[in-house]
């Protein structure tokens, strides 16, 4: 089985402007989270997507969103990027039929530089 | 609310050296608890994990015991080698909840 790809993997942006990133889960997962990582806050949980709909949400400011396509492809878009956006994103999959835990399966990751 | 501490890195240690990672957490519930390993350029991989207290996951030759009575969940591994070097996350999930939380990373460096 293919792992979860994230595209792109690298992406320059400037302050003002908005981004959209891409997660392809493991073949048959429905559920998809994404994880924003930068060296001052480390890991944080961003946002659970199952069956096109948020299932859990982390502690973000709403310019950060997500969304989820009936194929479980998901995609999450940063609106108006600040300087402290850069990091790196990070895509995960399960194969989770209820909330709860089910192993997470990540990506590479898109690296977010934000100038 | 749930967190994850971690001891602060880098660790430096010759090949063949003991490792102790240590990781405490603070959650309300029974959490599952899990190492994640970071290797360059690369996303997390699922190290080892254990969902009750007093289990003891193991994988390529790591071990770390879910202590419920010290909220602990350390990681060991009797002899490192140079592949090992990377950095290690310990996590935490609850279960009424998909999101895992982690701590902040350890740095390993494994030298010849």
């Known amino acids: 089985k293919a792992g979860v790809t994230q595209t792109p993997r690298y992406l320059i942006k400037t302050r003002g402007q908005q981004v959209t990133l891409s997660c392809s889960p493991i073949?048959?997962?429905?559920?998809v989270s994404w994880y924003q990582q930068t060296p001052g806050q480390g890991l944080q949980f961003l946002f659970e997507?199952?069956?096109?709909?948020?299932?859990n949400k982390g502690n973000f400011p709403g310019r950060f969103s997500g969304r989820q396509f009936s194929n479980s492809r998901s995609e999450m878009n940063v609106s108006t990027l600040e300087l402290g956006d850069s990091a790196l994103y990070l895509c995960?999959?399960?194969?989770?039929?209820?909330?709860?835990?089910?192993?997470?399966?990540f990506g590479p990751g898109t690296r977010l530089t934000v100038l | 609310g749930n967190s994850v501490t971690q001891m602060e890195g880098p660790v430096t240690l010759s090949e063949e050296a003991f490792l102790t990672i240590n990781c405490t957490y603070t959650?309300?519930?029974?959490?599952?608890l899990f190492w994640y390993v970071q290797y360059p350029g690369e996303g997390l991989q699922l190290l080892l994990k254990?969902?009750?207290?007093?289990d003891k996951g193991s994988n390529k030759g790591f071990e770390a015991t879910y202590r419920k009575e010290t909220t602990s969940f350390h990681l060991e591994k009797g002899s490192v080698q140079v592949s090992d070097s990377a950095v290690y996350f310990c996590?935490?999930?609850?279960?009424?909840?998909?999101?895992?939380?982690f701590g902040q990373g350890t740095t390993l460096q494994v030298k010849p």
């Open positions: 997507y199952f069956s096109e709909t948020q299932r």
């Open positions: 959650a309300t519930g029974y959490p599952s």
């Open positions: 254990a969902t009750k207290a007093d």
């Open positions: 073949s048959g997962h429905r559920s």
């Open positions: 996590a935490l999930v609850t279960s009424n909840t998909g999101k895992l939380i």
């Open positions: 995960a999959s399960s194969a989770s039929e209820t909330s709860g835990y089910n192993e997470q399966f």
